[in-house]
């Protein structure tokens, strides 16, 4: 009872904005008292500039003047030495993400314990009677919860102990005689048992995966270092031999230099985005462990079994496993390359410069390459801007649109001369060369386009320039009617949707070539499996009539 009165006490002179012991205390007009600072900071932030009481509302005007109440504070000290002490520790009482005690009134304490049992949360005072009562003694404490009446049958209004597999979801005792009848039902901890199997059998999963990850992590950084040593080497020796070249090829020079930096710094960059997205998955599934094995220790079967389905699901791995590094000697090539141009300096230097180029470019670590698109949208990842070399154009093609558009045209156009012009076919050649994966639409007006790619080192002349008439390259040919495919002079016929937007898909390294029908659907007309050894350029070829057209779409 004496503990009681003190408590009553505390109340009585506590600040009522604060919930501390009056401090400087003051009385306002209406009768109700605060810490002076409370008050004054309370009236300076209230937004109409009105003096109110923060516990009944009441208004003042003009502000009272506040003047320290001698006789309450005296009181209070008096009450401090009698054994009165200031108010629990702000740290004490509940907060909005705290669970709060169900049994305080008032401003509530935090809860220690919640029962499973009484379906509620207690403080360390209104706990006591668990641990002093017998009955009590055996209600099931678990840590503060807020979620307790998820734990009642909306139907019913019972405490859930039973669990349905049937339905896959918990049960009070009275939910199989109509709901739940006939259904396989167990205890929610028999079931709980059962989940705690498969969460330590995914708790051992991520464990290895992590371990394979790690592995990978660090094959991975030996490959770094590998391929910035042999860059390293190979930069050195290649600024040796054109040294002695300097008068000749002092710009080839900076060039391979440009060329073999960029490429090491393409190639570990690639290492380097899959190592971090290793080492992202590595934290991830460390932090899905930690979860899991936090959920295998909530005492509350019905928590567990709430929350188990979301946790226990794992996203997508990176199928890094089939990361295998092939044993290349990397730019080491391109050191032989040079030697070679530095013979046949005179006699070779185009077509040398164009070996050295793809040798450092062929410079590839076998990491674990994405999949083959599969929708427009995946395919639009790859798009590259295409533009027509107008050193390539026949004579009777007129390039327009920023060089992206070709109209078959009757006037011969007023090109100069140039050995890469075809003269034999209406065709031409992008100005940039295809090396990567890389995807491009062509629109087409008219009744018959060929869409090609093609090796540079197609001839400009005869019978053997014609697209799809040599090994040099593939052409699909569009017309009102149909498709065809042809390749080393053999026609191929190809089923699909007409539409006057055709797609090409290339990956050079893959070998892979697909022509699409692209309408409101993407449809794949014919796909080529073999093996690119050069540069290919994407080609066009206007056989039909004048006015017949083909673009290069801009792609977003």
């Excluded at 959920?295 to 709430?306: G, K, R, V, Y």
């Excluded at 040798?359 to 801007?385: G, H, I, M, N, Q």
């Excluded at 995807?439 to 007006?445: F, T």
């Excluded at 040919?477 to 539409?499: Q, Y």
Aim: charged share 25%.
């Amino acid at each position: 009872m004496e503990q009681k009165g003190v408590q009553l006490d505390r109340e009585t002179f506590s600040c009522s904005i604060c919930w501390d012991l009056l401090k400087d205390p003051v009385t306002i007009p209406c009768g109700h008292s605060y810490c002076m600072n409370c008050i004054k900071g309370f009236w300076d932030e209230e937004e109409e500039k009105l003096c109110s009481c923060p516990q009944c509302r009441q208004t003042f005007t003009p502000r009272p003047v506040l003047v320290k109440s001698t006789m309450l504070a005296v009181l209070v000290e008096q009450l401090k030495k009698t054994g009165l002490q200031a108010a629990p520790a702000d740290h004490c009482y509940a907060g909005p993400e705290d669970v709060a005690c169900d049994v305080c009134t008032g401003r509530k304490m935090k809860a220690v314990k919640s029962c499973l049992v009484c379906l509620a949360s207690y403080c360390e005072k209104h706990l006591q009677p668990h641990y002093d009562s017998p009955p009590l003694k055996k209600h099931k404490l678990v840590e503060p919860s807020k979620k307790l009446q998820e734990n009642i049958c909306s139907r019913h209004d019972e405490v859930m102990k039973m669990f349905c597999r049937t339905d896959q979801q918990s049960m009070c005792n009275l939910c199989p005689v109509d709901e739940h009848k006939g259904h396989h039902t167990v205890s929610a901890a028999a079931e709980r048992t059962e989940r705690q199997r498969e969460l330590e059998v995914s708790r051992l999963n991520i464990q290895q995966r992590i371990q394979d990850r790690e592995k990978d992590v660090k094959l991975l950084q030996q490959e770094v270092e590998a391929i910035n040593q042999s860059a390293d080497k190979t930069v050195e020796h290649s600024e040796k031999i054109f040294t002695e070249l300097i008068r000749v090829i002092q710009k080839r020079s900076s060039d391979v230099k440009q060329q073999i930096r960029s490429q090491q710094e393409t190639e570990v960059s690639r290492v380097k985005e899959l190592q971090e997205k290793l080492e992202q998955e590595i934290t991830e599934l460390k932090r899905k462990d930690a979860e899991l094995k936090q959920l295998s220790h909530t005492e509350d079967h019905i928590q567990f079994l709430h929350n188990y389905p979301s946790l226990s699901a794992l996203s997508e791995s990176t199928h890094s496993s089939s990361i295998k590094i092939r044993p290349l000697r990397y730019f080491e090539d391109v050191t032989a390359a040079v030697s070679e141009l530095r013979e046949k300096l005179q006699d070779i230097l185009r077509e040398g410069w164009t070996n050295i180029s793809l040798t450092v470019t062929e410079v590839d670590v076998l990491l674990s390459d994405p999949p083959e698109p599969k929708t427009r949208a995946e395919f639009l990842k790859y798009s590259c801007e295409l533009t027509l070399d107008p050193n390539t154009a026949h004579t009777q093609l007129l390039l327009s649109e920023g060089n992206r558009k070709v109209t078959l045209m009757k006037q011969i156009q007023s090109y100069s001369d140039h050995p890469d012009r075809f003269t034999g076919r209406r065709q031409v050649l992008s100005r940039e060369s295809l090396t990567r994966r890389c995807y491009w639409e062509v629109e087409r007006r008219g009744g018959g386009v060929y869409v090609a790619v093609t090796d540079k080192n197609i001839s400009r002349a005869g019978i053997e320039c014609i697209f799809g008439c040599n090994d040099k390259s593939w052409a699909l040919n569009c017309n009102n009617n149909s498709f065809t495919f042809w390749f080393n002079n053999i026609e191929t016929p190809v089923s699909g949707p007409r539409s006057s937007r055709v797609g090409v898909y290339l990956d050079h390294r893959a070998g892979i070539l697909s022509f699409y029908s692209i309408s409101e659907t993407m449809t794949l007309l014919h796909r080529v499996q073999t093996t690119f050894t050069q540069p290919l350029y994407a080609g066009l070829w206007l056989c039909y009539s004048y006015g017949d057209s083909a673009e290069f779409i801009k792609l977003k």
